[in-house]
Structures are given as structure tokens and as C-alpha cells.
Nanobody
Framework: QVQLVESGGGLVQGGGSLRLDCARS????????MGWYRQAPGKQREMVATLTSGGTTNYAESVKGRFTISRDNTKNTVYLQMNKLKPEDTAVYYC?????????WGKGTLVAVSS
């Protein structure tokens, strides 16, 4: 089992920045992919950014150049640095780990961006 806990969400003005943290615990050995996803009210959950165990990153077109996914293995934490935030970035942000074909999700953290 893998446990994920997100933190760092909040209310921010448009153009501002936030950093989300995803703390990993449990059997985190051999996690092959970590990702950040988001779900806005009335919309489906969508991929924001992913990071493979080999270090390859992938971003949604809407966040390229503004968001950065990274990790600190010494702290068992994955980050999402979000800059130049827009009101359309408002959503609940979820952390996901994939291990052996099984997805593990955190409970999410709310990011609200005012105009």
C-alpha cells in the first residue's frame, strides 16, 4: 500500500504562485510514476503533470511553462510548483502514484485562484 497526503493548497490572487506537496509513505519502493491531477467543479479529473521514476516529465498544454513537477527522494515528497496562476486553474488537486499497474490517490487539496 502507498499513502499519499497533499498539502499547500489555498486561495491566491491571479498571477501568484503556490507550491503543492505530496508526501509519500508506506510501500513506496518501485513506484514507477507520480502525477498531479486536478478536478474543477462540474468537470472531469484531468492530468496536470507526471514524473516517471527515470525523471521524464509530461505536462498538460494548459500548464506548460507555468507549472513544474519535481521530487525529493530524501523527503519522499513530490512537488508541484505553480506560477502565473489563472482563475481557470481553480480545482481540487490530487496526487497519484502508480506502482505495479495500481493507482493510489491522495484526498486532494483545494486551489482557488481569484481574478
Amino acid at each position: 500500500q502507498v499513502q499519499l497526503v497533499e498539502s499547500g493548497g489555498g486561495l491566491v490572487q491571479g498571477g501568484g504562485s503556490l507550491r503543492l506537496d505530496c508526501a509519500r509513505s508506506g510501500n513506496i519502493f518501485s513506484i514507477n510514476l507520480m502525477g498531479w491531477y486536478r478536478q474543477a467543479p462540474g468537470k472531469q479529473r484531468e492530468m496536470v503533470a507526471t514524473l516517471t521514476s527515470g525523471g521524464t516529465t509530461n505536462y498538460a498544454e494548459s500548464v506548460k511553462g507555468r507549472f513544474t513537477i519535481s521530487r525529493d527522494n530524501t523527503k519522499n515528497t513530490v512537488y508541484l510548483q505553480m506560477n502565473k496562476l489563472k482563475p481557470e486553474d481553480t480545482a481540487v488537486y490530487y496526487c497519484k502514484a502508480n506502482k505495479g499497474g495500481v493507482d493510489y490517490w491522495g484526498k486532494g487539496t483545494l486551489v482557488a485562484v481569484s481574478s
